[in-house]
Structures are given as C-alpha cells and as structure tokens.
C-alpha cells in the first residue's frame, strides 16, 4: 500500500532556500520592520500565499491597533450599509478593514523554533503560542494550526494551513485527536502555476498509508463549485474507524473573492450536513491558513447570528478571530466578501427540501390550485425583491456592440467572446455561462441570430466545443450551403411553448431528459427569441433534476436565484416559475420513458 507522505511529489515544491537564514535565528528573532502607513504589500512567493496580500507585519508588541469602537450593524439596514462603504472603489470598506489591529500580536516561539520552520508553509504565519493545537505525540506537539472561538462557545473551529508534504502525518494525526469530522478545504492543490496545498487525501476508491492511520476515500460528488469527498481513517494500532467529510470549495478565484450567493450554497450544504449533536470542532484551512479561511469562519459563525439578531458585527468577530491567530482575513476584498455573503443570507435564507417532502409538498398543493398559486407568489415576488439590479456600467461590453434583435444585454462579468478569426467579424456575442447543478460552465444562452450574424451562432458553437442546442421554440428548416464542418444535435420543441399551455409541460420534461440523456463534455446551448424566454425555465428544470439525482433533496428558489445573477431576466414571469414546478411535478409524477416530447 503506498505512502501518502511519499505520492505526488511533483506537485509541491517548497522553496527551503526561504527558510535557510531564518534557521539560524534565535526563536526570539523578529524582523524589524519600520511602521509605515497601513497597506498592503506583495511579498516573496514562499513568504505569503501568491493570490492574497497581508499588512506588513510588525515585531511582537509593536502592531498597529485602534482603539475606535466598531458600531453594530443594523441588519435591516444591511444593503444600505453596504451601497455606502462601496462607494469611491470601496473607500469605506477600506478604511474600516484599516481599523483593525493586525499583526504579530502575541508570541509564536514555539513556531520559530529551528526545527519547526519547515513545518510553516509562509515565514511570515505561525501560530501563537497560546491558542494552538498541541498534538499529543513523543516526536514533536507542533502543527501550524491554531483553535478560533465561536460567538458564543470556544474553539468552535480549528484554522490551519494546507498541509505540506512533510506535515501530513501530523495533519491526519490532529484531525484523529480532535475527533474532526467535517475539514472546510478553500484552495485548490494547484493554482496557476503555484502550488497552494499538498493532495493529503488518497484518490477515489484508493487507499493509502499516513504514519498510522489508512486512509481511504469512499465518496467523492462533483458540484458547480465545489467537491465533497468521503474518507475513512482507520487507526492501525487499535483498528478504530471514523469518517471524515471533506467540503472543498474550488471556485476561489486566484485574485479576487468567489461570488457570494456560491459561497454562501457552500457554507448551507456544509451546515445541513453538521452534526449538531456533538461539540467537535470545524477544521478550516486554505494555503496560509488566514485569509480565505478567516472570511469562511466569519460567514459562518455570523450566519445564524444575522438571521436571529436584529444587529451583528462584523469587524468586531475579525478582531476575536484575530487574537487567536495572527491576520485572519487578509485583504480588505475578503472583508467586503464576509459582508456580500452574509446580505445574501439576509436577503433570502437558504431553504432545501428532501425529494419527498418537496412531492408531498407538491402534490397536497396541486390539489388545491389556488393556495398553491398564493404559495409559488409568495416565493416569486421575494425573488423578484432580491434580483440583482445592475446598471449600465455592468454592460459596457453590450454598449459598444449595438444588437437589434435583443434588447437583454449580456453581463459583462459572464459574456463570452467568440476566438475563431473571420474577416470583418469581430469577437462580441449576447452569450453568457450559466452553471447546472455539477458544472459551473454547463450553459451557453443566446438569441436566435439575424440572418447577417448568423455566422457568429456557427463560430459560437465550434469555438466552445459544443454538441448540442436547445432552441425553446421551433425552427424554420433552412438550406445550407457550403462544406459541414461541424455537427451537433438540435433539439426543439414540436409546436411554439407558452408558459400557461399545459402542453409546455411535458415538452420541457422530453427536452431535458433527451439532453441528460446524451454524452457531451462541451457546454448546451440554449436558445430563445431574445435570450431569456423559456431558457431559465430549462436550466433550472436540468439543474433541480441533477440536484434531485445526486443529493435527493431540491431548492427551486436558489437554483433560480443563482441564474439570475447571471441574467436577471431569466424565469423572470410568474407563469414561468409556476411551470418550473409543474415540469418537476410531472417529472416525479410519470418520469420520462417511452414519450417523445421534442424534435431532434
């Protein structure tokens, strides 16, 4: 059975040369640093994690702190807030994010020590000596992780580095000590050409030896944006077994902070998973160990807080996190991101169903039409408060590229641009990426094109390697002309879909099930008269039946919440919404064998 100390060998590569000068430092030896105006300064690749920045740091006793009293945030105020310190490229995040004391605040000598320096990822981050994990070992007590207090309970949460090749036996040996079992990962292995964390987990169905413990992953479920795996430890010695879920969120941008209302999905799956019951800590790390990981904790011990108090806050929990362990929450972007994902709780609290429940729900309210309708309005109009509402500088791209035959403009932030070189054509399409349930570019939807921009439609399908488009209407047959080039299936419906003809229903239930039913690794394109009609109302179908699949259970007001922020006009009508249920109704009720809905 193979080592896990000893795989994947290639994949780290720790620069020791970073750690030759501060070997023969005594455990003491700070560098001096002179106290400059609060900012933020990129450092050494093996000083500070390459996508985040820090303050520069100051000796033990020297840091910066203000004295000034944060007020709390009033929660119905929380947009408001918000709008206010984003103004002037977020001048007030800014100065908020300076106010708080940040630095080496307390000793770290153990850290310092010469013979665990190369147990730190970063020379700039250890952990202080009066809150971290002591390992229970003959060897050495050290792991660069410290505990970090909940609102009201300590050491609800355990914040530690990604693990380096040379510390994944006493990474594995703290998650057995500490009886964890749920390990919040919020880097990738790889970023770029960066290694940000050793792979401390065997691949699916493989088991490895770790010091002494074997470990194997059982369970591994690809979403959107993250991955949860399941993994076994049996203790070798005493043959005990536990079981480990590890949440490894996967769509942190190298720069910049993941998109708030994905966060905050994330952080709802891993609650609805938590065992309640038991006082074991949560084990959060990233690559430094501080800054994604310090924004993930602060949602999460904020979240029920916000959604129960009439007032929370915010830089106040920062600085608790921060006396247990040196800059938690990095730059002033994460800061602003605790603030974006916790308005998105506000905003709409996350609601999921199990598979029976949600039909039971279903059917009892089928039965009675109107209170069914007053239910699916209540839920409507909410999305309809809460719907992203962009402005004109959110679609500069559209601007400059004037398109007749759509006024729903596409998103600067989510348009797609077409590579393939035609003369006179230039790289702009009303297209955006939209995600299902497992893919987080799963969708193209467009408009049908003019008969002058049609070349564009063909450049859009061969440029994205896609093999199937969906038109939500049907097609004229035209003749084409010219050598094929590319093939891909059409599918459509047999007649014109309006959202209140019954008929609609099981023509959506033919086009989903025909598209789910075929292999194809590139995106779908979905297609309607202006880009928006009837396609909201498919992807999310596709996606509740992909979360149905996987995980049993269904939430049809954040599926379509999430498309929304990528196109607002997407299930944007009340008919709609209530045919998403009707199609899932229908879906559940008689599945999809033996009909033919759709022509191909």
């Known amino acids: 059975m193979p080592d896990l100390t000893n795989m994947n060998q290639n994949v780290e590569r720790e620069n020791q040369d970073g750690f030759s000068s501060s070997l023969k430092a005594s455990s003491r030896h700070v560098r001096e640093l002179e106290k400059k105006t609060i900012q933020s300064i990129e450092l050494k690749n093996d000083d500070i994690d390459i996508d985040e920045k820090i303050h520069e740091e100051n000796p033990y006793g020297d840091f910066y702190e203000n004295n000034e009293t944060l007020s709390d945030i009033v929660v119905s105020n929380f947009e408001k807030i918000i709008k206010e310190k984003s103004k002037n490229d977020d ?26 320096l190369t147990k730190n990822r970063f020379k700039t981050t250890s952990p202080y000596d009066h809150s ?8 050495s007590d050290y792991v660069n992780a410290n505990y970090i207090d909940g609102l009201k309970e300590d050491n609800v949460y355990i914040a530690t580095q990604g693990p380096k090749q040379n510390t994944v036996a006493d990474f594995w040996c703290m998650v ?30 493989t088991s490895v030896d770790c010091d002494s413990f074997t470990l194997n992953t059982t369970d591994e479920r690809h979403y959107a944006y993250y991955v949860i795996r399941k993994l076994k430890m049996i203790h070798k010695k005493d043959k005990k077994c536990r079981t480990v879920n590890q949440y490894h969120y996967t769509a942190w941008p190298d720069h910049g902070i993941p998109e708030p209302l994905c966060l905050l999905l994330f952080n709802n799956h891993v609650t609805r998973t938590k065992n309640a019951t038991q006082k074991i800590p949560v084990l959060v790390h990233c690559s430094a160990g501080i800054g994604r990981t310090g924004t993930y904790i602060a949602i999460d011990a904020l979240y029920e807080e916000c959604k129960q108090k009439k007032r929370i806050n915010i830089a106040e929990y920062v600085e608790k ?7 938690m929450v990095q730059t002033y972007e994460q800061y602003k991101a605790i ?20 039909l039971s729900k279903l059917k009892t309210t089928h039965k009675d039409k109107p209170t069914n309708v007053s239910l699916l309005r209540k839920d409507f109009k909410r999305l309809v408060s809460i719907c992203p509402k962009y402005t004109e500088k959110d679609y500069k791209m559209a601007a400059q590229h004037k398109d007749i035959s759509s006024t729903i403009k596409p998103h600067d932030k989510y348009v797609l641009f077409l590579t393939s070189y035609v003369p006179k054509r230039g790289t702009y399409i009303n297209a955006i990426s939209l995600p299902s349930f497992t893919n987080p570019t799963a969708f193209i939807v467009t408009h049908y094109q003019t008969t002058d921009n049609a070349v564009d439609f063909l450049r859009l399908i061969t440029d994205h390697d896609s093999k199937i488009v969906v038109s939500m209407e049907p097609l004229s047959s035209a003749e084409s002309n010219g050598d094929q080039t590319w093939s891909a299936d059409l599918v459509e419906p047999i007649f014109s879909l309006d959202p209140g003809d019954p008929r609609a229903i099981s023509q959506i239930v033919g086009l989903v099930s025909f598209v789910q039913n075929t292999e194809t690794e590139g995106p779908i394109i979905v297609i309607s008269r202006d880009g928006a009609a009837l396609c909201g109302v498919f992807c999310a179908v596709y996606n509740l039946i992909q979360q149905m699949t996987m995980d049993e259970e269904i ?37 999809t064998e033996g009909h033919v809905y759709y022509n191909q």
């Open 132 to 139: 971290r994990v002591q390992l229970k070992k003959k060897q």
């Open 339 to 358: 603030f974006l994902t916790l308005h998105e709780a506000i905003k709409a609290p996350v609601a999921v169903y199990d598979t029976t429940e949600f």
């Open 91 to 116: 001048d007030g995040f800014k100065k908020e994010y300076a106010t708080l004391a940040y630095g080496e605040r307390y000793p770290c000598v153990i850290g310092k020590l010469p013979e665990n």
């Open 555 to 591: 939430d049809v007001f954040s599926v379509v919440r999430l498309l929304q922020t990528r196109r607002p006009e997407l299930c944007s009508t009340m008919e709609e919404y209530i045919l998403i249920h009707d199609v899932l109704m229908e879906f559940l009720r008689s599945g």
């Open 176 to 205: 057995w000590q500490e009886h964890i079992e749920q390990i919040i990962m919020l880097t990738n292995v790889m970023e770029g050409n960066t290694a940000k964390c050793f792979q401390y987990w065997p691949a699916l169905e």
């Open 321 to 327: 996190m921060r006396e247990k362990r040196m800059n």
